[in-house]
């Protein structure tokens, strides 16, 4: 099956910078990956996703890209606010089941 | 967006009692419906796949006869815990495919805790 590795578990970001988190799979017939926020005690809530034929997408201050030679993706959020702070999921589609990353944590400081 | 609903958000029971956890697609049909167990600070780890009109396909190492999936309608997928025990407690999101693009959409959870 389908292995997702997440880095960082842990990110601490001052208010208005930029956050990185960064995802590789393993199965290359994986075809779309999408990016979870979740706050406690909530189910995850789809930010931005992107399929394997495409290498950017962008949303406001949310970008995603993927390397699919490389089978790693990224998540790229700018001028971060307080209310991005969550814990966010990465994911990849494989035999029609999504596998997750572990999670970051990520925390904006005012 | 589409919505999915999960009722109840949170439960608690005694050990040795079945609870039953409802997945709603709200303003979609949902021929698959996922299921899902969360442990604090963990991620999610799928547990079953509900198909609407046949059995569920469990993940391995998920105990079908503990975790009862019935997918009865397009709407609607339940997840029945039988004879709960503390070890159970956890959270349980389900997710249900749909849409024109296919996207997975995920409910709120549900917190279960067994006393």
């Known amino acids: 099956g389908e292995n997702v590795e997440q880095h960082p578990s842990t990110l601490s970001v001052q208010e208005g910078d930029s956050a990185v988190i960064k995802c590789t799979y393993s199965d290359s017939a994986s075809n779309y990956f999408p990016w979870y926020k979740q706050e406690l005690g909530k189910g995850p809530q789809l930010i931005i996703d992107i399929r394997s034929n495409v290498g950017e997408k962008k949303d406001q201050r949310i970008a995603v890209t993927l390397n699919k030679t490389a089978k790693h993706f990224s998540l790229h959020i700018t001028e971060t606010q307080p209310e991005d702070s969550a814990v966010y999921f990465c994911?990849?589609?494989?035999?029609?089941?999504?596998?997750f990353g572990a999670g970051t944590t990520v925390t904006v400081r005012a | 967006g589409a919505v999915v609903s999960q009722h109840p958000s949170r439960v608690i029971c005694k050990s040795g009692t079945s609870v039953k956890i409802e997945c709603r697609s709200l303003?979609?049909?949902?021929?698959?419906m996922f299921w899902y167990r969360q442990f604090p600070k963990k991620s999610l780890m799928l547990m079953a796949t509900?198909?609407?009109?046949?059995?569920?396909?469990?993940e391995q190492g998920v105990e079908k006869d503990k975790f009862l999936i019935n997918h009865a309608s397009l709407t609607l997928s339940t997840l029945t815990v039988t004879s709960a025990h503390p070890e159970d407690s956890s959270f349980y999101i389900c997710?249900?495919?749909?849409?024109?693009?296919?996207?997975?959409?995920f409910g709120e959870g549900s917190r279960l805790t067994v006393l």
């Open positions: 997710s249900a495919r749909g849409g024109v693009t296919g996207e997975l959409f």
């Open positions: 303003d979609f049909q949902a021929t698959t």
């Open positions: 509900s198909n609407e009109g046949s059995k569920a396909t469990y």
């Open positions: 994911a990849a589609l494989y035999d029609y089941k999504l596998s």
